[in-house]
């Protein structure tokens, strides 16, 4: 019997990709030293837990726009490699004991400005590495550390597409004077082929790497990251970060067509594709014309995302259950608003854009696999970096609505 799959294999007449295949695991993210590294880790024992991790330390280097620890991050994790055990890590930060709605009002703050403290929610994810090594690891939590670090100590070439976006991100970068010191060269973008540096991540990472989560959310990191957020106007406590805690939850799922997709649940965002994908069952796209099929394509788009706008938030504070809106009766009557003759006056998205982080899958040969994001929300997050840790922050609070009574609130 094959060990391999049955593939549909590709017409070699025409330009595409051929299958990756591996007996002993396979990795995918969006650079090829991060790649290299998980490929080279599975190849001498670790696991997929470990290889994501050292992965990700990487991907801080490689792409620090899109990802750092800073930020925070969502996996769904399955040890056997089957469906029944699939499990979700939640890391994303909550916003501190000190907000409320309130204060935004009393301040005249009609919006959260992606460059604002305030924008910062507890960054999660270190604490979302450690829970994924504690529950999954199979190397030492400082052995993985060490293994990535040693990939990007002395710095990394900068590629052309990352510097494309630095050199778009060039003016965001000159606001903080530690961004501007660390992530310029010059007051300018790196460039193609230049070697970026950053030390003091590196120190910070060797820090944790000793000292697990805590030397993360307490001590010395802490109090840096909570003055810098404090003198900047922000209202963050120790306890915020002390007492921070990602959350372990059951995947939400959606069959379309042969396939089961699994998501994170709300507060994550993976319930639009489930909206995307049960409005386009409502329609026969094998029969359709190239442009009614991307027509009706982009109308399924712009319904899902207004239903996010309109529904989204903290299932912990929210009443209504996401999953309703899927439901055949409910999902009809927005198909039927779409036309074919012409486009749909809702608007694509109220909600800000954060099209910036990183992905990455991981498979190793006993069966694990992880799905993993790591995420700085917007590209160069909040453009808050923190002295003497190398820690860019992140901006995923700017999606929070300050419009009293919205889910999202």
């Known amino acids: 019997m094959s060990i391999f799959p049955k593939l549909k294999f590709r017409n070699f007449t025409s330009p595409s990709k051929s299958h990756a295949i591996s007996k002993n695991g396979i990795v995918a993210t969006s650079h090829p030293l991060a790649s290299q590294l998980g490929i080279d880790m599975l190849k001498d024992g670790a696991n997929a837990a470990d290889a994501a991790i050292a992965m990700s330390i990487v991907l801080c280097f490689v792409e620090p726009h899109m990802t750092g620890i800073g930020g925070d991050c969502f996996a769904l994790i399955s040890k056997s490699g089957k469906t029944k055990d699939i499990t979700v890590l939640n890391a994303s930060g909550y916003t501190g004991k000190n907000y409320n709605l309130n204060y935004f009002l009393d301040n005249k703050i009609k919006n959260i400005d992606s460059l604002s403290p305030h924008a910062v929610t507890i960054p999660g994810a270190i604490a979302g590495w450690k829970e994924l090594h504690d529950n999954f690891g199979a190397y030492k939590w400082k052995e993985i550390f060490d293994i990535a670090i040693d990939v990007v100590k002395d710095g990394v070439l900068i ?51 000793e000292e697990g989560k805590d030397g993360f959310y307490q001590g010395f990191v802490a109090d840096n990251i909570l003055n810098t957020l404090n003198d900047l106007g922000g209202l963050h406590s120790v306890e915020d970060f002390s007492k921070y805690k990602p959350v372990w939850e059951r995947p939400i799922k959606f069959d379309y067509n042969k396939f089961t997709i699994y998501e994170a649940p709300p507060n994550g965002q993976g319930v639009v594709v489930f909206f995307i994908l049960e409005l386009l069952k409502q329609f026969d796209l094998k029969n359709l014309l190239k442009s009614e099929y991307y027509h009706i394509y982009v109308e399924a788009v712009k319904i899902a995302y207004s239903l996010r706008d309109q529904f989204l938030g903290d299932p912990d504070y929210q009443k209504l259950d996401l999953m309703n809106l899927i439901e055949e009766n409910v999902i009809k009557n927005y198909a039927n608003k779409i036309n074919l003759n012409h486009a749909s006056e809702i608007k694509i998205s109220d909600f800000p854009e954060h099209k910036d982080t990183v992905y990455l899958t991981v498979k190793d040969k006993n069966g694990m696999i992880i799905s993993f994001i790591n995420s700085l929300f917007d590209q160069f997050g909040s453009s808050i970096t923190v002295p003497k840790t190398g820690i860019l922050l992140h901006c995923r609070g700017k999606s929070f609505s300050l419009k009293a009574g919205h889910p999202n609130q």
């Open 159 to 209: 590629n052309e597409r990352v510097s494309q976006d630095w050199k778009n991100n060039e003016n965001k970068l000159l606001v903080n004077n530690e961004t501007k010191s660390i992530f310029t060269k010059g007051h300018s973008a790196y460039k193609h082929l230049d070697n970026f540096k950053n030390y003091d991540l590196v120190n910070t990472l060797k820090i944790i790497s």
